[in-house]
């Protein structure tokens, strides 16, 4: 996977915090970026109520496999696609770019399943977050 493989980015800015004793971004860091630019895709594009909405996706799996560092200071482009589109979950797909880079510093995949918010019972992913998920479906 290259930058090509992904139809949409979010820019992050690195942090000091993120960086750990070794001088480089901590490992639990990529996991906060890859629900960064996923919910940031749901909210702005698929009309998301975080706070109130009935319905919310609850992370159900993840993985990261590591290929180089980051480090503060600098940017992360954070690519996102869809890579499995069912009833009421989605695999995500990512990639975190260093700054200028055209291969990934790490890649992921995150699970969603969509539930009511009120019993956590799953339900279909709501006609507005699917449309933007086919979207970026890869």
Same mark, same amino acid.
């Given at each position: 996977?290259?930058?090509?493989?992904?139809?949409?980015?979010?820019?992050?800015?690195?942090?000091?915090?993120?960086?750990?004793?070794?001088?480089?971004?901590?490992?639990? !860091?990529?996991?906060? +970026?890859?629900? =960064? &630019?996923?919910?940031?895709?749901?909210?702005?594009?698929? *009309?998301?109520?975080?706070? @109130?909405?009935?319905?919310?996706?609850?992370?159900?799996?993840?993985?990261?496999?590591?290929? !180089?560092?980051?480090? +503060?200071?600098? =940017? &992360?482009?954070?690519?996102?696609?869809?890579?499995?589109? *069912?009833?009421?979950?989605? @695999?995500?797909?990512?990639?975190?770019?260093?700054?200028?880079?055209?291969?990934?510093?790490?890649?992921?995949?995150?699970?969603?399943?969509? &539930?009511?918010?009120?019993?956590?019972?799953?339900?279909?992913?709501?006609?507005?977050? @699917?449309?933007?998920?086919?979207?970026?479906?890869?």
């Amino acid at each position: 996977m290259d930058r090509t493989s992904f139809p949409h980015f979010l820019a992050i800015t690195l942090r000091w915090k993120d960086n750990d004793v070794y001088g480089h971004v901590n490992n639990v !860091e990529y996991y906060s +970026f890859f629900d =960064t &630019v996923i919910n940031d895709f749901l909210v702005r594009a698929g *009309g998301l109520d975080i706070h @109130r909405g009935e319905v919310i996706g609850l992370c159900v799996d993840s993985q990261c496999t590591f290929k !180089e560092s980051l480090e +503060f200071p600098g =940017t &992360v482009d954070a690519g996102l696609r869809a890579g499995q589109l *069912g009833n009421s979950s989605v @695999r995500y797909e990512i990639g975190l770019f260093r700054d200028g880079s055209d291969q990934p510093a790490a890649t992921g995949r995150f699970v969603h399943v969509f &539930v009511a918010r009120e019993d956590r019972r799953p339900v279909p992913i709501p006609d507005r977050i @699917r449309q933007a998920l086919e979207g970026i479906t890869g």
